[in-house]
Each structure stands twice: as structure tokens, then as C-alpha cells.
């Protein structure tokens, strides 16, 4: 059984898939499928952003605290 799943992407990120496609004489479907399956057989996951932005290791605060700050920088 297939289930049909929508995915809305930006223009630059449907003509890199194009192209991909293209390449690999593929329709865009097949690829998209074939990169999921690779990506889900390697045991990548998806980034996740938050463990990214710890990553940096820039300074954190209370949010009320730093739009004081940001605020008060303003003056």
C-alpha cells in the first residue's frame, strides 16, 4: 500500500531536485523516495536545531532578561 505525502519546498530546493532527478533519469518522486530510504538506511536523522544552536555555545538568559538588555542597548 502507498500513502501520498506533501511536502511544500522552496523554488531553489525543486530545481536542485530536478536536476538530481534528471541525472539519475529518475522522476523527481523516485528520487525524493530513494533519498529518504538512504537517509533513514543510514541512521541519519533529521538536524535538529536546538542541539545545533547548543552547539555554538553562545551565552543564554532569561528571554525577559536579554529583551531588557536589547532593549536597554537601544538607548
Do not use: C, F, N, Y
Not at 502507498?2 to 525543486?14: A, F, K, T, W
Not at 522522476?27 to 536523522?45: F, N, P
Not at 533529521?46 to 555554538?56: G, V
Amino acid at each position: 500500500m502507498s500513502h501520498r505525502l506533501q511536502v511544500l519546498i522552496p523554488d531553489g530546493l525543486d530545481a536542485r531536485v530536478a536536476k538530481a532527478a534528471q541525472r539519475a533519469r529518475v522522476s523527481k518522486g523516485e528520487w525524493v523516495r530513494r533519498a529518504l530510504e538512504q537517509t533513514l538506511d543510514a541512521g541519519l536523522s533529521a538536524p535538529e536545531p536546538l542541539r545545533d544552536l547548543a552547539s555554538l555555545g553562545a551565552p543564554t538568559a532569561d528571554i525577559d532578561q536579554m529583551l531588557a538588555e536589547i532593549e536597554a542597548g537601544r538607548r
